[in-house]
């Protein structure tokens, strides 16, 4: 056996979710329609054509999915809160419903001695709130804020942790330029609208977060880039790929400007959507940086294509993957040292923010076995050698305070409907019967020991 890591003393382990993904009950309570509601009911926009309306039944069966954490042994559980479910139409009258079921979560959490990590953004977007514009409009940061005020009136005596925004990159760029996520928009202008307007939307509230005694940040998703090759034009491309996937957000948040070349590569189109006195706002004090991350990005030069469906295809670069490189049922790299490599340079880079790993994990082809048991050795190993990089990166220095496995249940993978299964627990859609996996075993043990 290998020699046991051991963890710094009060480091957290969790898992995570987001409302879309799981709650279900999309008309319940006076619940409004998301862009996620209207996006996957749209012909062709789900691989296997299906929504989340029901999805893992969470809001009915949220009690025994916090059993089941407790049963794993997590100090920590990371949901997401949905806003249509509290304004329904983004900026009107709050929805107490809606509201009441979050109570009973976090209720629920405390009950069971697992620290509430709330979201407040985690994609679903009102739809009317979308209808006048968007995150392309600058109001809807204000929207964002008069719902930020409502959740915190009721749940901020009780919640002890807050994220601002689940992956904005994500929200901008694959939500408004590619068109593969909800609006399902293909403009690059409107991503770098609805991007600028997601940051200012964290800015409005922090001030509002700041009147809790909690701990606030804001969870990013990265990667750590390389070149495909040692040419000068892909050590070229990494580095103005690196500042568009890690720094288009971080920078604002921890350093106060945009990245240099990427800012300028863009010119033109970000004409007017700065005014006096955003990235001020933007650079306000976090107490931690959320990082999501799953794969390490190889990166060749390319000549870019201005006549692509995808406006992110004008981009002088492309992702490509390396020979013999292992992928998971997405297709993505399975590389943790990529991991601790980018954990160890982005530590350096912004050396006094501490850090949690808010989501990390894999997709695989699971089955399930006669007795119903379902042996995953591929996540198993995927979770195992991940924790060892962070482990690593630990020892070098970095200050990681915690890691959220993604996800807790086999979920509504976005665009890739169900046939894609995240969750160290097995979701059986038909019967919503949950089954821990192999893995949630093996996590169990290594939270149980804080050690891997």
Same mark, same amino acid.
């Given at each position: 056996?290998?020699?046991?890591?051991?963890?710094?003393?009060?480091?957290?382990?969790? $898992?995570?979710? !987001?409302?879309?993904?799981?709650?279900?009950?999309?008309?319940?309570?006076?619940?409004?329609?998301?862009?996620?509601?209207? @996006?996957?009911?749209?012909?062709?926009?789900?691989?296997?054509? &299906?929504?989340?309306?029901?999805?893992?039944?969470?809001?009915?069966?949220?009690?025994?999915?916090?059993?089941?954490?407790?049963?794993?042994?997590?100090?920590?559980?990371? @949901?997401?809160?949905?806003?249509?479910?509290?304004?329904?139409?983004?900026?009107?009258?709050?929805?107490?419903?809606?509201?009441? @079921?979050?109570?009973?979560?976090?209720?629920?959490?405390?009950?069971?001695?697992?620290?509430?990590?709330?979201?407040?953004?985690?994609?679903?977007?009102?739809?009317?709130?979308?209808?006048?514009?968007?995150?392309?409009?600058?109001?809807?940061?204000?929207?964002?804020?008069?719902?930020?005020?409502?959740?915190?009136?009721?749940?901020?005596?009780?919640?002890?942790?807050?994220?601002?925004?689940?992956?904005?990159?994500?929200?901008?760029?694959?939500?408004?330029?590619?068109?593969?996520?909800?609006?399902?928009?293909?403009?690059?202008?409107?991503?770098?609208?609805?991007?600028?307007?997601?940051?200012?939307?964290?800015?409005?509230?922090?001030?509002?977060?700041?009147?809790?005694?909690?701990?606030?940040?804001?969870?990013?998703?990265?990667?750590?880039?390389?070149?495909?090759?040692? &040419?000068?034009?892909?050590?070229?491309?990494?580095?103005?790929?690196? =500042?568009?996937?890690?720094?288009?957000?971080?920078?604002?948040?921890?350093?106060?400007?945009?990245?240099?070349?990427?800012? !300028?590569?863009?010119?033109?189109?970000?004409?007017?959507?700065?005014?006096?006195?955003?990235?001020?706002?933007?650079?306000?004090?976090?107490?931690?940086?959320?990082?999501?991350?799953?794969?390490?990005?190889?990166?060749?030069?390319?000549?870019?294509?201005?006549?692509?469906?995808?406006?992110?295809?004008?981009?002088?670069?492309?992702?490509?993957?390396?020979?013999?490189?292992?992928?998971?049922?997405?297709?993505?790299?399975?590389?943790?040292?990529?991991?601790?490599?980018?954990?160890?340079?982005?530590?350096?880079?912004?050396?006094?923010?501490?850090?949690?790993?808010? =989501?990390?994990?894999?997709?695989?082809?699971?089955?399930?076995?006669?007795?119903?048991?379902?042996?995953?050795?591929?996540?198993?190993?995927?979770?195992?050698?991940?924790?060892? !990089?962070?482990?690593?990166?630990?020892?070098?220095?970095?200050?990681?305070?915690?890691?959220?496995?993604?996800?807790?249940?086999?979920?509504?993978?976005?665009?890739?409907?169900?046939?894609?299964? @995240?969750?160290?627990?097995?979701?059986?859609?038909?019967?919503?019967?949950?089954?821990?996996?192999?893995?949630?075993?093996?996590? $169990?043990?290594?939270?149980?020991?804080?050690?891997?």
């Amino acid at each position: 056996m290998p020699p046991s890591r051991t963890f710094p003393d009060g480091f957290a382990w969790g $898992a995570a979710t !987001a409302s879309y993904q799981i709650e279900g009950a999309v008309d319940a309570d006076g619940r409004g329609p998301s862009i996620w509601d209207v @996006f996957s009911h749209t012909p062709g926009r789900i691989r296997d054509g &299906s929504t989340g309306d029901v999805a893992c039944d969470h809001y009915h069966r949220w009690a025994a999915d916090l059993d089941l954490a407790a049963q794993l042994g997590l100090d920590a559980y990371r @949901f997401s809160i949905a806003w249509p479910r509290v304004i329904p139409d983004g900026d009107g009258d709050v929805n107490v419903r809606g509201l009441d @079921f979050y109570d009973r979560l976090v209720d629920g959490l405390l009950e069971r001695g697992i620290r509430p990590v709330a979201t407040l953004y985690h994609w679903d977007l009102p739809q009317a709130l979308e209808d006048r514009g968007g995150w392309a409009e600058r109001s809807a940061a204000d929207a964002f804020a008069r719902y930020a005020q409502a959740v915190v009136d009721r749940l901020g005596d009780r919640v002890p942790q807050w994220i601002t925004l689940n992956e904005p990159w994500v929200s901008a760029f694959v939500g408004y330029a590619s068109g593969r996520h909800a609006p399902g928009r293909t403009n690059l202008r409107d991503a770098l609208l609805a991007s600028h307007h997601l940051l200012l939307a964290h800015a409005r509230v922090m001030p509002i977060l700041r009147t809790t005694e909690a701990r606030v940040g804001v969870t990013l998703n990265v990667s750590h880039v390389l070149p495909l090759t040692d &040419s000068p034009a892909d050590r070229d491309a990494a580095e103005l790929a690196d =500042e568009q996937v890690n720094g288009w957000f971080a920078d604002p948040i921890l350093r106060g400007s945009y990245p240099d070349r990427m800012a !300028a590569w863009y010119g033109s189109l970000l004409d007017g959507i700065v005014r006096h006195g955003d990235l001020e706002a933007i650079h306000a004090p976090i107490d931690f940086i959320g990082l999501n991350y799953y794969v390490r990005t190889h990166v060749r030069a390319v000549r870019g294509d201005a006549s692509s469906s995808d406006p992110m295809d004008v981009l002088p670069y492309r992702a490509e993957l390396p020979d013999g490189v292992p992928t998971t049922a997405m297709g993505w790299p399975v590389e943790p040292d990529g991991l601790r490599d980018f954990l160890i340079a982005f530590s350096a880079s912004h050396p006094h923010v501490p850090i949690l790993i808010t =989501e990390n994990g894999s997709a695989w082809d699971d089955t399930v076995a006669a007795d119903g048991s379902v042996d995953d050795p591929e996540r198993t190993a995927y979770l195992e050698s991940h924790l060892v !990089a962070v482990h690593e990166a630990i020892a070098a220095g970095v200050d990681v305070r915690g890691y959220f496995a993604w996800s807790l249940l086999d979920n509504f993978e976005w665009a890739e409907g169900y046939a894609k299964r @995240f969750g160290i627990v097995h979701v059986d859609y038909p019967t919503q019967r949950r089954t821990p996996k192999a893995s949630a075993r093996r996590y $169990a043990e290594i939270v149980a020991a804080n050690a891997v």
